[in-house]
């Protein structure tokens, strides 16, 4: 009787084993002719659709309490016509449905182009990527905190050898649909990239100037009267085994009604390991810091990456935040298609 319920086990298992490595041939299959088909130069089809869990370990609000959600829900189209003019729109579908990126730009030449509309602004390592190729499940507290997601205004992009350059002037409201006080947003990007046997590094130095009146920064609650210096670096690595980044970003600014100069300090440090070449390990460590009250607060996140099959992620983030003598500890897991 036991042999009978373990022959139909293997048997079961075996079959199981098989189906599953029929379907991902398929799959992978089908993935080359989706690309084929629905990625080229002229016009590329860009679908990202996101499902959340988080779960805070005591009954609070940390990182989004306790709930299910939809993380980013998008549909894009960007291509090049005619080897010179590129365009990409973007939108998003969760909540209030709104156009999230308008890009129309023109190819120099290989080395310089310029793109102007509504983009993730050139500063940050992180801002790089979007939500469906970031290493962990949310964006680090220094883009959140310093930096509007997406701003309206035009960009220079540049290389010339290893050496890249970014000069950007945009509204400095971000996703506001025109300018309310007719003052501007500049930033500056400069960047360096050394291929090695081992790996690429790229380091850069970022310096902003937002000349807008009343700005709200990021989402910490604060408003700028006026001038807002922001400057910092980044390095970056990438190998077959390892990768990560580290990156740092002050601003300094007059906090409104207050009389006072506020002074914001951001840093992170990602390191991750490519274990299989299905699964990642991450380690995240950053701080963030108010000079006004002496507020500071540190946040901790282990994560696991795991790529089934093509087009599918697998995010499992486990967190724990140390502010003003109180701990908190929460996870989140996030399912994802991204073509």
Known sequence: ??????????????????????????????????????????????????????????????????????????????????????????????NNPSILDLQMGYIFSDDFRIIAGQMRPFFSADLRYDPGSTDMIDRPLLVNSLLNTREIGVAAVGESGDMKYRFAIYNGNGRAASNSDNKF????????????????????????LNTTENEAVGNTGQVSEGDRLMYGFFVDYDSDSFFGTAEFMQSKFDLALSGLEQTINSMYATIGNKVTDKDELLLRWERLTFDINDAERDLVTLGWNHYPAPFVQVQINLLGQFQDGEDQFGAAANFQFRF
């Open 1 to 94: 009787m036991k042999s009978n319920i373990l022959s139909t086990i293997l048997i079961a298992f075996t079959a199981l084993l098989v189906c599953e490595t029929t379907l991902y041939a398929q799959a992978t299959s089908y993935s080359e002719v989706m690309e084929e088909k629905l990625k080229t130069e002229e016009i590329s089809l860009n679908i990202l659709a996101q499902s959340v869990a988080r779960f805070s370990f005591r009954d609070d609000n940390f990182r989004g309490g306790r709930t299910f959600g939809l993380g980013a829900a998008r549909v894009g189209l960007s291509g090049t016509l005619d080897s010179r003019f590129t365009y990409m729109v973007q939108t998003e579908l969760t």
């Open 185 to 208: 947003l500049y930033m500056l990007q400069i960047g360096y990239e050394a291929e090695q046997d081992e790996g690429v590094w790229e380091f850069a130095v970022n310096a902003g």
